[in-house]
């Protein structure tokens, strides 16, 4: 059984860090990314990282301040956040998949976390 479990998720001031992890057990992933949604707002895809070359991708809005990297032994994601702002506000979520996926599309996942809180303010 395929689980994802995410943690480090908090309140901050704006300028502030977190560091986000995913445990994931049951199945080993070629693709991993990092989501995240406002109130309101569609989901969105944060950062990626492909396994296979170990490339990154990141939003725009979150390019020079977010981190994604990876614990291959432990099939671990993490997601290292500095400089927040509020607009960074969301409920976060990791999501894996087997084989290549777009990082844009949370539609194209099958596997996610429960979910962690991340809240910014000014």
């Known amino acids: 059984q395929v689980q994802l479990v995410e943690s480090g998720g908090g309140s901050v001031q704006a300028g502030g860090s977190l560091r986000l992890s995913c445990a994931a057990s049951?199945?080993?992933?070629?693709?991993w990314v990092w989501f995240r949604q406002a109130p309101g707002k569609e989901r969105e895809g944060v950062a990626a990282?492909?396994?296979?070359?170990?490339?990154?991708y990141y939003a725009d809005s979150v390019k020079g301040r977010f981190t994604i990297s990876q614990d291959n032994p432990k099939n671990t994601l993490f997601l290292q956040m500095n400089s927040l702002k509020p607009e960074d506000t969301a409920m976060y979520y990791c999501?894996?998949?087997?084989?290549?996926?777009?990082?844009?599309?949370?539609?194209?996942?099958?596997?996610w976390g429960q979910g962690t809180q991340v809240t910014v303010s000014s």
């Open positions: 999501a894996a998949e087997r084989f290549m996926r777009s990082w844009r599309d949370w539609r194209g996942f099958s596997y």
């Open positions: 049951g199945n080993s992933f070629g693709t």
């Open positions: 990282i492909y396994t296979g070359g170990g490339r990154t």
